[in-house]
């Protein structure tokens, strides 16, 4: 129910070029009603003062059974709703509503969680993970057609200078059996050769230029080697409860460079700087796009250039969301030029997508395995925690791996998506599993909370419930929850707009801490039975909603906790 408009037309005297519905808003305490009309902005277009344009408009209201009654204070119009009427309308309609359809047709594809093989995941890959799982079932939530790509970067002289640290001082039959590890141990005592003495660095080049000209033993050994570092990566996405439905990287589509060359060749876009072939973006002010170096190897751009071309063959794309840290902003910014200047007609619907850094507080995961702390030493070390929380409950858990795993899932994704996009975060361990803060765990308590009333009632009443509801027992801390849920759509449309999960995230939050205050002011199960029955139907409706917010925030509901 769009309530704001609901408001903005009742008022009778219209001004030009104003949109009350964009003005109004939530008011700040109750006694202010539930909404207010802010006059200020208005007063410099009237010439009069905004106290007297709320009083003119005021005094014509259209009558309307959702308002109670409208006051007019210092400037402002505040509305007061009737509680029982807007609720009973609020949670029918949310009860009884239908899938979103505006992106029935539309294909949307989102590429996220694109690790470097053969190198550990770390902790910044959770937050790629994470925004992009939840974007893609916002996109979902609204009809579209998700696909989920991974662009694995499987390419270039590291692998080149893991098989020399294989060659020196390893076997491929250790890298069967220590996986990943392995691969990273040859990968950094090669570096530090490397550091030493300069003629590893062309033994690198060397092998890599074998893998690419698919040298009979060099390239069974990459294969082997991407095979192996790309399965304990869909293992370490599976643990976070992420899928993808391509795995094509940097190698499958380097193949399209070629001809990506020839088409910018034709449309004059190349120029030789220094052997190396570049589109020159100085009229953007940017620095030039590279396509390929002058040994004639490709690049990240031209790589991602021509995988563009092809995905865009494949999948039809309506949308092409990259996501990655910021730091890559100006990767993508360049090469989406080229694509315009190359007027591919799908030019237009490449976006690139950036969130900030994610860090842990100082030495409370070592980073025993290099320079960033590893993400499996993260989900482990969370995991363990929420063992022993669980451990500590008073009562039985019937299953508490499976809530000790989901617990830490949440943890996890909600320390990511609480925080906007855009900035930087510090995950703080111990105050994310606190019951009392804001917390998954308080979160999915809460979740548990409400099943167990329902289930409750469910029992002592058997009947239906959305019928024979009295709305009129409803207090502010219930027609709060009302208005959340009715905004709840809102906000996730929001969330899908600015591609940002934390307006859900917020949201969800609120809803939980809603249900809490009311929980509290509120007997549930005590009164008439038409009272008892509206309390129980916005319980079931904050169940539904909240199930939904839990599903776009990757926090599964749990049973009992
Ligand atoms: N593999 C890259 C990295 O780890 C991210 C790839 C992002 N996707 C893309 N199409 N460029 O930095």
Same mark, same amino acid.
């Given at each position: 129910m769009n309530i704001r408009k609901i408001l903005a037309d009742s008022i009778n005297e219209k001004i030009e070029n104003i949109n009350y519905e964009d003005l109004i808003v939530e008011s700040i305490s109750s006694d202010k009603g539930d909404y207010c009309l802010p006059c200020f902005s208005l007063a410099k277009i009237l010439k009069k003062n905004p106290n007297q344009i709320a009083l003119d408009l005021a005094s014509n209201i259209k009558k309307s059974d959702y308002i109670e009654k409208v006051e007019v204070v210092q400037g402002y119009i505040n509305f007061f709703l009737n509680i029982d009427r807007v609720s009973k309308d609020v949670l029918k309609e949310i009860m009884s509503s239908s899938a979103q359809t505006e992106g029935k047709g539309k294909v949307v594809c989102i590429d996220y969680g694109s690790p470097n093989l053969a190198k550990y995941l770390h902790i910044g890959h959770l937050k790629t993970l994470i925004i992009g799982e939840s974007l893609c079932r916002l996109f979902e939530m609204f009809g579209y057609t998700v696909k989920r790509l991974n662009f694995v970067g499987d390419y270039g002289t590291p692998f080149g200078k893991i098989i020399g640290g294989i060659q020196l001082f390893g076997s491929m039959q250790e890298v069967e059996k220590r996986g990943n590890d392995a691969l990273q141990d040859y990968y950094v005592k090669f570096n530090q050769l490397e550091e030493k003495d300069e003629k590893y660095s062309q033994m690198a080049r060397d092998i890599f230029k074998k893998i690419e000209q698919k040298d009979e033993k060099i390239y069974p050994m990459y294969k082997k080697i991407v095979e192996i570092s790309l399965s304990d990566a869909i293992e370490k996405f599976k643990l976070l409860g992420v899928e993808f439905d391509?795995?094509?990287?940097e190698m499958y589509y380097n193949q399209f460079v070629p001809q990506l060359v020839e088409r910018l060749k034709k449309l004059n876009l190349l120029t030789i700087s220094q052997g190396a072939q570049i589109v020159d973006l100085s009229a953007y002010d940017m620095p030039p796009a590279l396509i390929?170096?002058?040994?004639?190897t490709t690049l990240y751009a031209s790589r991602d250039l021509s995988a563009s071309i092809i995905r865009y063959q494949n999948y039809k794309f309506d949308k092409m969301i990259y996501l990655t840290a910021v730091e890559q902003d100006l990767h993508f910014k360049q090469w989406f030029k080229v694509a315009q200047l190359m007027k591919g007609? =799908?030019?237009?619907m490449l976006e690139h997508v950036a969130y900030g850094r994610f860090s842990l507080p100082?030495?409370?995961?070592?980073?025993r395995r290099g320079k960033q702390a590893v993400l499996v030493d993260l989900i482990d070390y969370v995991l363990a925690k929420a063992k022993d929380v669980i451990k500590d409950r008073k009562f039985e858990i019937e299953n508490p791996i499976d809530v000790a795993k989901k617990v830490s899932r949440a943890v996890l994704n909600f320390s990511v998506l609480k925080v906007e996009r855009g900035k930087d975060c510090v995950f703080d361990v111990e105050k994310a599993f606190s019951f009392e803060g804001e917390t998954a765990p308080y979160m999915q308590y809460t979740y548990t909370r409400i099943e167990s009333i329902i289930r409750k009632f469910n029992e002592s009443f058997a009947d239906a419930i959305?019928?024979?509801?009295? =709305?009129?027992?409803?207090?502010i801390d219930a027609f709060a929850i009302v208005k959340m849920l009715n905004d709840f759509i809102l906000d996730c449309k929001q969330a899908l707009i600015k591609r940002d999960p934390s307006f859900v995230a917020k949201r969800v939050m609120d809803l939980c801490k809603a249900f809490n205050k009311f929980y509290t002011s509120?007997?549930?199960?005590?009164?008439?039975k038409a009272e008892i029955n509206a309390k129980m139907y916005l319980l079931k409706v904050l169940k539904k909603v909240l199930k939904q917010g839990f599903d776009l925030i990757c926090i599964d509901c749990l049973k009992e906790m």
């Open positions: 391509d795995y094509r990287g390929l170096k002058s040994d004639g007609e =799908y030019a237009s100082d030495g409370k995961i070592s980073s959305d019928s024979d509801c009295d =709305y009129k027992c409803f207090n509120t007997k549930v199960l005590l009164g008439e």
